[in-house]
């Protein structure tokens, strides 16, 4: 699946959209973003490759690339307007700041083999006149410094920098200071995602369990409804004979009705002549 193909399918929609969420869609390849004017890109968790066609978003502000397979910064020295840049969790091994564009204030290259690179830090912050926060840490006072930058350069002044000097020298004595970093923040996004996907899976087992209570119904309506016939058929065969089977049946029972009347009135015949007549007379004429 290519970018192009997923934002055609809902242009209509995405026109007048600022902020692009499209994390988690496969994606390899950066491309089809040229008829939006986008703030804010979040393109972690895919496929890429390569930082490329990103000319015509010249407001953009925040970019997220994190957790993809790009082994380069490039192509995003003109995004003049960015300020946050996510790149950690790739396959960059060198570094070249360059590339960076001057007003970013947040950025994470952390999980990158180029952040290995003993003068990385250094070079990053040098080239980075705003920057406020490098893989986590905030940039301090004496590395802005060291840096070759004044203090009139950076915006809020003197106080940020004290502010934050503070927190350094609180977390020093054991207190706990707080730094909402980008990492956080991602990984808040990842707990919802997580949660999201694991209520989905639970919708699934629910019609799962539906659709299998369902067919049992319908397997056991089935049964039902084979004894129902099978009962009917076995009544069927326990039905009174044919009418052609009980006329031959009364015929049969006339024709021994009437052999049997024929004798009683052999027998009352054979008596009224011979009032005399024995025993054996009687059986003779049964006969």
């Known amino acids: 699946m290519t970018l192009e193909l997923f934002l055609r399918a809902s242009a209509e929609a995405l026109f007048n959209v600022r902020i692009f969420h499209l994390d988690w869609k496969n994606i390899g390849r950066i491309e089809g973003l040229d008829a939006f004017d986008i703030f804010e890109l979040y393109l972690q968790y895919n496929k890429i490759n390569t930082i490329e066609n990103l000319d015509s978003l010249s407001n953009l502000k925040v970019l997220a690339l994190q957790h993809n397979r790009i082994n380069e910064v490039r192509n995003i020295s003109h995004l003049m307007q960015l300020q946050f840049l996510d790149l950690s969790n790739n396959l960059i091994a060198t570094l070249n700041e360059k590339e960076l564009p ?103 087992l629910k019609l799962q369990e539906r659709s299998k209570a369902r067919m049992n119904q319908l397997a056991a309506d089935f049964e039902g409804r084979i004894s129902s016939e099978d009962r009917t058929a076995s009544h069927s065969t326990r039905q009174p004979p044919s009418e052609a089977k009980q006329e031959t049946t009364r015929s049969e029972e006339s024709k021994y009705q009437s052999k049997y009347l024929s004798r009683i009135e052999r027998i009352r015949e054979n008596r009224s002549e011979d009032e005399g007549g024995t025993g054996s007379d009687y059986k003779k004429s049964y006969k």
């Open 102 to 204: 001057r007003n970013l204030s947040i950025v994470n290259l952390s999980d990158n083999e180029c952040t290995m690179e003993p003068t990385y830090r250094s070079r990053v912050i040098a080239q980075l006149p705003k920057l406020k926060i490098l893989d986590g840490p905030h940039v301090t006072k004496k590395e802005r410094i060291a840096a070759g930058h004044s203090v009139d350069e950076w915006e809020d002044g003197s106080d940020v920098d004290d502010e934050e000097d503070n927190q350094e020298k609180k977390a020093t004595v054991g207190e706990v200071v707080e730094i909402k970093s980008f990492n956080e923040i991602s990984h808040g996004s990842e707990a919802l995602l997580a949660d999201a996907k694991n209520r989905l899976q639970e919708r699934r």
